[in-house]
């Protein structure tokens, strides 16, 4: 089994953006892309810690309803979010209605509010260095790094939740600060590595 696909468009692509549309649409644009901005790495974030137990699948397709939901995933707005919001999105039908996870989405903003320098000054400085040379199948592809074990354990310092080396991993492939496109992706060959 390869773990390169062909779409419908004869590009070749990682083996799972081949399930859905949906997940093309992620790779291609989004997936491995730098996102700098706080208020975007905090949706990220709260994203990841959302799809715990759940496929990504789940996730995306009710992103619009998060973004509804936690105000576009501004962080000042979501900092002040009350015990009332929290039934208001235990509520709410187009999310994920776990408490626990809502409740860290809530107190991460607060966190997340309070970090001198912000949000993306904190997490990329524990992007690591570019690979020397792209991985050709996702065996080479890890899990957990040192990078993302560092960011969870600075993250949990801080106050944050839902926040583990795995997650954090994944939260690092999703924002670019590294980038897990195989080598004969057609997203990879068209940047430079």
Known sequence: ???????????????????????????DDEWGRPVRDDDGLYERLTLEAFQSGLSWLTILRKRPAFRAAFKNFMISEVAAFDSGDVERLLMDAGIVGKRAKIEAALHNARAAAELDGGLSALLWSYAPAPRERRPRSFAEVPAVTPESTAMAKELKRRGFRFVGPTTAYALMQATGMVDDHLADCHVACGRPR
């Open 1 to 27: 089994m390869t773990d390169l696909v062909t779409g419908p468009d004869g590009l070749s692509r990682c083996r799972w953006a081949g399930a859905t549309p949906d997940y093309m649409a992620y790779h």
